[in-house]
């Protein structure tokens, strides 16, 4: 092949197949133009061309959704008149280039999806893989990502009420940093959608000027890292949460005057993108000026332009009539909305340069019909390994361990009560917020445990929708709607392409049984650096909504003296569990999770919460039945095992699942007829420490050595 | 009659709406008052600057939010003997409009902190004055009160020293968390009484804050 030629298609992110496919849909050679548009909209980000198969298949059929397919993020009624629109997108590439604009600009992209549809933002949630501890940049990456998040998230003035963060080798030159994002809709604010399907409408730019950042950043964003990976710090984008701010402000204005027709954001290949997507789903072109885009900086050509990420920039349509009113009012909150095109009756988009044509063509043949590719695969089977040992190990290790400290050093950082809606905050297994309108209250857990996906894909696409769904159920709500995340290797490997495969269907039939539709997502492939591939992070968001008003939802922590804390059990999987990787054991997996009968154990319990006898509820994960009590202890109300000879693996031991709940030792008997009881694990008490099985553990200790872990583990981070 | 309380609204404010309902919760009419415009005194009792992050917090926090045409009012108004509060930021915008004493710096740690904090009140006779202790949330970057030993003498024998930190969080002089103006209608603190208004947002402790405006 010519040598010119192979270094243009390295260079656009395209392979020969693709090239040839591309000429014969314009017909002929490829201009500089076609191919930043075929770059940024046949990259894998763009297109999901490795995925859409199998995403066609995730389970959504469900009447909650009330958004149309195609749009920036799903939205789900919750009855009263009150919907959300929530999603979770990776920035993952970005953030390990740059941990603190990566990460910032991924939260700010992720809102922009939410208020694109109307919305208005009111909770942010993060998940965030890290390297192993002593890894190379950890502590730089991790205080890039956390102070990039609060950075952009505190100013913008949308709370931070949840998040997971992990800590793998697999990691060590691939981070993740997943941003979740919801929205708001009262009973008169409208769904905007993106499609434009009205000819003679305006196009119009609003937001901040476009600068050469984040040129070929989708590209980017679909290939493995190498060596040159640092070269690609002028592709990330830089973010202003300040023009965010006024940027949400200003669009729900003009869409709750009414003078918008559809609106979208510029967020992945930019105006490409935007202007491709609005005219592709409602089939009507445009016919674009791209000199009149406002620029940061003048020497800026139509190629950079159509393939810029410069942040905070929205495109919206409206009635000629009303571009006046948008124009003053962006003007009023200081910024720019200019007129850079209108809508066509035919289908063709026109691009210009100076009123002079330099592209014609149909979106469709673009979008519609970008390379699908049914990579080869392995599926996953289920694993059944026959019982072994229960790791030997103490509280003390696990609370100090990378994977058992205190997040707190993280989320102190995060604003998580501005909006003044947060119930339940960071400390908390789950976020909690209160809607406006009917004052019910919505959770928000995150899910995926990787140490799960190391062991078996299968079980871990189980297990990131089942874990959070029953931290929701165990507080009385009913898991509603999920998002999720999908972070993985190379897709052209067949064991990682396997993995996908097998999570994702193991995640939407648990969906499925919960009637709980995955409404929006995410794709993220290539996380591969020189063949190190990521273990496979299918990340979820799951959305709860508590209905009735009738019942406390119970705290987190112990409540009384004098309580009798019971333990009730499914006994589906034992496993080697965090346990296992942090004592460096061999990991192994007895049994299988049936989603229909982890969903009548949570319904069950969830039965329980509701009649309001249930003063604190937990779930038992990561280290087990001793580490979830470590949690629930307070500085005065403590625990005293009333088991005997029950030793250290009882007290350890990692199953699929385990709930704890704290009742009064009256209502006991009541609790002991569930078909799930397992048993009477101890009472609280008044001296705040924690005993069971010969151990020890004032709550000052806890603390001291969970907290202190952070600043032991990651140097400089105290 | 209700008394009517302006809620100040500058470019990236974003505790707006929170303050907003709260006031409104204690029983007070609110009323927006937009960075460019001026208002009469008459059109309001009492005036909140709310928190967030004004203009981004470039240039220094607060310090082009005290430029603004509004705050021309809001120091008219002061100066009439009108209640004037300002929270986080608006605490800052006050500051840096020379209507309170002091500067905030950035905390101690170098970090943004979200956290429940302590507070117990000190200036005891004056239309602020709060009589018990009180927790109310604090979320900021640059909350650390300081200023000179002559005028910290000063503010403290005109009891201008309203409130103080029971855990100081960011290094604050003399743990101060809020202070008054020398006529004491004037007062600013860094933590957030508006996230404190119902038990279930952890505290209520907000409420007797806000009913000192009626």
Same mark, same amino acid.
């Not at chain 1, 008044?686 to 032991?712: M, R």
């Not at chain 2, 415009?37 to 939010?65: I, K, T």
């Given at each position: 092949?010519d040598?010119?030629?192979?270094?243009?298609?390295k %260079?656009?992110?395209?392979?020969?197949?693709?090239?040839?496919?591309a000429k014969?849909?314009?017909?002929?050679?490829?201009?500089?133009?076609?191919?930043?548009?075929?770059?940024?909209?046949?990259?894998?980000?763009?297109?999901?061309k490795?995925?859409?198969?199998?995403?066609?298949?995730?389970?959504?059929?469900?009447?909650?959704?009330?958004?149309?397919d195609?749009? $920036?993020?799903?939205?789900?009624?919750?009855?009263?008149?009150?919907r959300?629109?929530?999603?979770?997108?990776?920035?993952?590439?970005?953030?390990f280039?740059?941990?603190f604009?990566?990460?910032a600009?991924g939260?700010?992209?992720?809102?922009?999806d939410?208020?694109?549809? #109307?919305a208005?933002?009111?909770?942010?949630?993060?998940?965030?893989?890290?390297?192993?501890?002593g890894?190379?940049r950890?502590?730089?990456?991790?205080?890039?990502?956390?102070?990039?998040?609060? @950075?952009?998230?505190?100013?913008?003035?949308?709370?931070?009420?949840?998040?997971?963060?992990?800590?793998?080798?697999?990691?060590?030159?691939?981070?993740?940093?997943n941003?979740?994002?919801?929205?708001?809709?009262?009973?008169?604010?409208?769904i905007?959608s993106?499609?434009?399907?009205?000819?003679?409408?305006?196009?119009?730019?609003?937001?901040a000027?476009?600068?050469?950042? #984040?040129?070929h950043?989708?590209?980017?964003?679909?290939?493995s890292?190498?060596?040159?990976?640092?070269?690609k710090?002028?592709?990330?984008?830089?973010?202003?949460? @300040?023009y965010?701010?006024?940027? &949400?402000?200003?669009?729900?204005?003009?869409?709750s005057?009414?003078?918008?027709?559809?609106?979208?954001d510029?967020?992945?290949a930019?105006?490409?993108?935007?202007?491709?997507?609005?005219?592709?789903?409602?089939?009507?072109?445009?016919?674009?000026?791209? %000199?009149?885009?406002?620029?940061r900086?003048?020497s800026?050509g139509?190629?950079?332009?159509?393939?810029s990420?410069?942040?905070?920039?929205?495109?919206?349509?409206?009635?000629?009539?009303?571009?006046?009113?948008?124009?003053?009012?962006?003007?009023?909150?200081?910024?720019?909305?200019?007129?850079?095109?209108?809508?066509?009756?035919?289908k063709?988009?026109?691009l210009?340069?100076?009123?002079?044509?330099?592209?014609?063509?149909?979106p469709?043949? &673009?979008?519609?019909?970008?390379?699908?590719?049914?990579?080869?695969?392995?599926?996953?089977?289920?694993?059944?390994?026959?019982?072994?040992q229960?790791?030997?190990?103490d509280?003390?290790?696990?609370l100090?361990?990378?994977?058992?400290?205190?997040?707190?050093?993280?989320?102190?950082?995060?604003?998580?009560?501005?909006?003044?809606?947060?119930?339940a905050?960071?400390?908390?297994?789950?976020?909690?917020?209160?809607?406006?309108?009917?004052?019910?209250?919505?959770?928000?857990?995150?899910?995926?445990?990787?140490?799960?996906?190391?062991?078996n894909?299968?079980?871990?696409?189980f297990?990131?929708?089942?874990?959070?769904?029953?931290?929701?159920? &165990?507080?009385?709500?009913?898991?509603?709607?999920?998002?999720?995340?999908? $972070?993985?290797?190379?897709?052209?490997?067949?064991?990682?392409?396997?993995?996908f495969?097998?999570?994702?269907?193991a995640?939407?039939?648990?969906?499925?049984?919960?009637?709980?539709?995955?409404?929006s997502?995410?794709? %993220?492939?290539?996380n591969?650096?020189?063949?190190?591939?990521?273990?496979?992070t299918?990340?979820?968001?799951?959305v709860?909504?508590?209905?009735?008003?009738?019942f406390?939802?119970?705290?987190?922590? @112990?409540?009384?003296t004098?309580?009798? &804390?019971?333990?009730?059990?499914?006994?589906?999987?034992?496993?080697?569990?965090?346990?296992?990787?942090?004592v460096?054991?061999?990991?192994?997996?007895n049994?299988?999770?049936?989603?229909?009968?982890?969903?009548?154990?949570g319904?069950?319990?969830?039965?329980?919460?509701?009649? #309001?006898k249930?003063?604190?509820?937990?779930?038992?994960?990561?280290?087990?039945?001793?580490?979830?009590l470590?949690?629930?202890?307070?500085s005065?109300?403590?625990?005293?095992?009333?088991?005997?000879?029950?030793?250290?693996?009882f007290?350890?031991?990692?199953?699929?699942?385990?709930?704890?709940?704290?009742?009064?030792?009256?209502?006991?008997?009541?609790f002991?007829?569930?078909?799930? @009881?397992?048993?009477?694990?101890g009472?609280?008490?008044?001296?705040?420490s924690?005993?069971?099985?010969? $151990?020890?553990y004032?709550?000052?200790?806890?603390?001291?050595?969970?907290?202190?872990?952070?600043?032991?583990?990651?140097?400089?981070?105290? | 009659?209700?008394?009517?309380? *302006?809620?100040v609204? +500058?470019?990236?404010?974003n505790?707006?709406?929170?303050?907003?309902k709260?006031?409104?919760?204690?029983?007070?009419?609110?009323?927006?008052?937009?960075y460019?415009?001026?208002?009469?005194?008459?059109?309001?009792?009492?005036?909140?600057?709310?928190? *967030?992050?004004?203009y981004?917090?470039?240039?220094?926090?607060?310090?082009?939010?005290?430029?603004?045409?509004?705050?021309?009012?809001?120091?008219? +108004?002061?100066?009439?003997?009108?209640?004037?509060?300002?929270?986080?930021?608006?605490?800052?915008?006050?500051?840096?409009?020379?209507?309170?004493?002091?500067?905030?710096l950035?905390?101690?740690s170098?970090?943004?902190?979200?956290?429940?904090?302590?507070?117990?009140?000190?200036?005891?006779?004056? +239309?602020?004055?709060?009589?018990?202790?009180?927790?109310f949330?604090?979320?900021? *970057?640059?909350?650390?009160? +300081?200023?000179?030993?002559?005028?910290?003498?000063?503010?403290?024998?005109?009891?201008?020293?309203?409130?103080?930190?029971?855990?100081n969080?960011?290094?604050?002089?003399?743990?101060?968390?809020?202070?008054?103006?020398?006529?004491?209608?004037?007062? *600013?603190?860094?933590?957030?009484?508006?996230?404190?208004?119902?038990?279930?947002?952890?505290?209520?402790?907000?409420?007797?804050?806000?009913?000192?405006?009626?």
């Amino acid at each position: 092949m010519d040598k010119n030629l192979e270094e243009k298609l390295k %260079s656009y992110g395209l392979s020969v197949e693709e090239y040839e496919k591309a000429k014969g849909i314009v017909g002929g050679e490829l201009t500089q133009i076609h191919w930043a548009l075929f770059s940024s909209l046949w990259s894998e980000h763009c297109s999901y061309k490795s995925s859409k198969i199998h995403l066609k298949n995730l389970y959504n059929d469900s009447k909650k959704l009330v958004s149309e397919d195609g749009e $920036n993020a799903g939205v789900v009624d919750l009855g009263e008149g009150e919907r959300v629109a929530f999603k979770m997108e990776s920035h993952n590439h970005p953030s390990f280039i740059e941990p603190f604009q990566g990460a910032a600009t991924g939260v700010g992209g992720i809102l922009r999806d939410i208020f694109t549809m #109307g919305a208005r933002p009111i909770a942010l949630a993060n998940y965030l893989c890290f390297g192993e501890k002593g890894s190379d940049r950890l502590e730089q990456l991790i205080e890039g990502v956390v102070s990039g998040i609060s @950075f952009y998230g505190n100013c913008v003035g949308v709370a931070t009420v949840t998040g997971q963060t992990e800590f793998d080798k697999s990691y060590n030159t691939n981070n993740l940093v997943n941003a979740f994002a919801l929205g708001y809709y009262g009973k008169d604010d409208e769904i905007t959608s993106s499609k434009v399907k009205t000819p003679g409408l305006d196009v119009v730019y609003v937001g901040a000027k476009t600068g050469k950042d #984040g040129v070929h950043g989708a590209s980017m964003a679909s290939e493995s890292f190498d060596e040159d990976s640092e070269s690609k710090r002028p592709t990330i984008q830089i973010g202003d949460p @300040f023009y965010e701010k006024c940027l &949400i402000e200003s669009c729900l204005e003009v869409l709750s005057k009414g003078l918008v027709e559809s609106m979208q954001d510029m967020g992945a290949a930019g105006l490409t993108s935007s202007s491709f997507e609005m005219s592709f789903g409602g089939g009507r072109g445009l016919d674009i000026d791209l %000199s009149k885009v406002p620029l940061r900086d003048s020497s800026m050509g139509p190629e950079e332009i159509l393939l810029s990420e410069s942040q905070e920039r929205m495109l919206l349509v409206c009635k000629p009539e009303n571009l006046e009113e948008i124009v003053s009012t962006f003007s009023k909150w200081g910024l720019d909305a200019v007129k850079i095109g209108t809508v066509r009756e035919e289908k063709e988009i026109k691009l210009k340069w100076n009123n002079e044509l330099i592209c014609e063509i149909d979106p469709a043949k &673009i979008v519609d019909g970008a390379p699908r590719y049914d990579r080869p695969y392995k599926k996953i089977e289920a694993v059944d390994v026959d019982s072994a040992q229960t790791s030997d190990y103490d509280l003390s290790t696990a609370l100090s361990s990378t994977q058992g400290s205190s997040r707190k050093w993280i989320y102190k950082q995060y604003d998580q009560r501005v909006g003044a809606r947060t119930q339940a905050d960071c400390d908390s297994p789950l976020g909690i917020i209160r809607l406006p309108e009917s004052g019910r209250e919505l959770g928000m857990v995150l899910g995926c445990r990787p140490a799960v996906m190391r062991i078996n894909a299968r079980l871990g696409g189980f297990d990131s929708f089942l874990s959070p769904a029953l931290q929701l159920q &165990i507080k009385g709500f009913t898991p509603w709607a999920v998002t999720d995340c999908l $972070n993985f290797g190379n897709p052209q490997k067949e064991h990682i392409m396997g993995e996908f495969v097998s999570s994702l269907e193991a995640m939407s039939e648990a969906c499925r049984v919960y009637e709980a539709p995955i409404i929006s997502g995410n794709v %993220s492939f290539y996380n591969e650096t020189e063949n190190q591939n990521i273990t496979s992070t299918p990340a979820t968001g799951v959305v709860g909504l508590k209905e009735s008003k009738d019942f406390k939802t119970p705290a987190s922590v @112990f409540q009384k003296t004098g309580s009798k &804390i019971l333990m009730f059990s499914c006994q589906q999987v034992i496993w080697s569990g965090y346990g296992a990787e942090v004592v460096g054991d061999k990991t192994w997996v007895n049994g299988e999770l049936n989603p229909e009968m982890v969903k009548d154990f949570g319904d069950s319990i969830s039965e329980l919460v509701k009649e #309001g006898k249930v003063l604190s509820s937990r779930l038992v994960s990561k280290f087990g039945i001793s580490y979830a009590l470590s949690k629930m202890v307070t500085s005065d109300i403590g625990f005293e095992s009333e088991l005997d000879g029950e030793g250290s693996e009882f007290w350890n031991e990692e199953e699929m699942y385990q709930v704890l709940l704290e009742v009064e030792e009256k209502d006991v008997n009541d609790f002991m007829k569930n078909p799930y @009881f397992n048993t009477v694990l101890g009472v609280t008490e008044s001296d705040g420490s924690l005993h069971y099985d010969n $151990n020890s553990y004032t709550y000052d200790q806890i603390n001291k050595v969970a907290l202190e872990a952070w600043g032991d583990n990651f140097e400089g981070l105290e | 009659m209700a008394k009517t309380i *302006g809620v100040v609204r +500058f470019l990236g404010t974003n505790c707006d709406e929170d303050i907003y309902k709260a006031v409104e919760q204690v029983g007070a009419k609110a009323k927006w008052l937009w960075y460019q415009d001026s208002f009469n005194e008459a059109e309001v009792d009492g005036v909140v600057v709310p928190g *967030g992050f004004s203009y981004g917090d470039y240039l220094r926090c607060g310090a082009l939010a005290a430029k603004s045409t509004v705050m021309d009012s809001v120091e008219e +108004f002061a100066k009439k003997g009108k209640p004037v509060l300002g929270i986080c930021n608006g605490f800052q915008v006050l500051c840096e409009r020379k209507l309170l004493p002091g500067v905030l710096l950035k905390n101690d740690s170098g970090k943004f902190i979200d956290q429940w904090s302590g507070l117990t009140p000190v200036s005891k006779d004056s +239309f602020w004055s709060i009589k018990a202790d009180v927790k109310f949330p604090i979320a900021h *970057g640059e909350g650390k009160f +300081f200023i000179d030993s002559e005028n910290l003498k000063s503010i403290s024998d005109n009891d201008q020293i309203w409130l103080k930190y029971s855990d100081n969080p960011n290094g604050s002089v003399s743990d101060i968390a809020g202070v008054l103006n020398k006529e004491k209608n004037v007062a *600013g603190l860094m933590p957030h009484p508006e996230r404190a208004m119902h038990d279930w947002m952890g505290g209520s402790d907000g409420v007797s804050l806000l009913e000192r405006f009626l």
